[in-house]
């Protein structure tokens, strides 16, 4: 039987050939560079999406928040119901992906998403439960308003006159053009010694007309 070599130890292997053994090794950094797509490396600055210019540099869950109407919950629930990576970079979308991702903000009842994720349940003229985003909004409150204000309700009066329709009180707050609160103790002392000297310079006047009088009728009578 021959006898076995031995495998020499690793501390008496030479330099020399583990230098060039690691150097034709190549660089995982360079892979790793190669590998990432091209998208990523030129994020756009600005992306708008629903009239909203949004920061291209954050990820969607955080940059589609500045939009109006988008709020976390709903957010969460788009990005799990449209499978969406929400850590992803808006500025890294194509604009077929920021076209979907627009008709999913507007309408989720596609993707299956519950009414209570939505801000427009139940509709006055469809009936149907809509989301509302972007200037939708604003247009959508302007018609609520004008709708209460010409059926004359209760809350369109108060919108129409300009006050608070939530029951707030009225006692110091929303008062226009008018001193706010109660009025201070000197400010009442000062009005009520006014109004003592006003009295008091009334019934020394009414005094000076009764002697003056007194002395015509004198003069009178002297003359006689």
């Known amino acids: 039987m021959g006898e076995k070599k031995d495998k020499p130890d690793k501390a008496f292997e030479d330099p020399a050939k583990t230098d060039k053994s690691e150097k034709q090794k190549p660089d995982e950094k360079k892979k790793e560079e190669k590998a990432r797509p091209k998208e990523e490396k030129r994020l756009r600055v600005l992306v708008r999406v629903l009239g909203a210019d949004l920061d291209g540099e954050k990820s969607v869950g955080h940059a589609i928040l500045n939009i109006k109407g988008v709020s976390h919950t709903f957010v ?33 009842a596609k993707l299956g998403l519950p009414g209570w994720v939505m801000n427009r349940k139940r509709d006055v003229e469809t009936g149907a439960m809509m989301h509302l985003s972007g200037p939708d909004v604003d247009v ?38 008018t001193a706010v609160g109660v009025m ?16 008091g310079g009334a019934v020394a006047g009414a005094g000076a007309a009764a002697t003056a009088v007194k002395k015509a009728e004198e003069k009178k009578e002297e003359k006689k």
């Open 184 to 199: 201070k103790k000197d400010i009442k002392l000062a009005q009520a010694a006014a109004g003592a000297g006003a009295a």
């Open 76 to 108: 969460k629930a788009l990005c799990a119901a449209a499978k969406i990576d929400a850590s992803r970079k808006l500025g890294s979308f194509t604009e077929s992906e920021i076209a979907s991702l627009e008709a999913a903000i507007r309408d989720p």
């Open 140 to 177: 959508a409150r302007k018609f609520d308003v004008q709708r209460m204000v010409d059926a004359k309700t209760y809350k369109g009066v108060r919108h129409m006159l300009g006050l608070p329709v939530r029951g707030q009180r009225t006692r110091s707050s929303f008062r226009h053009g």
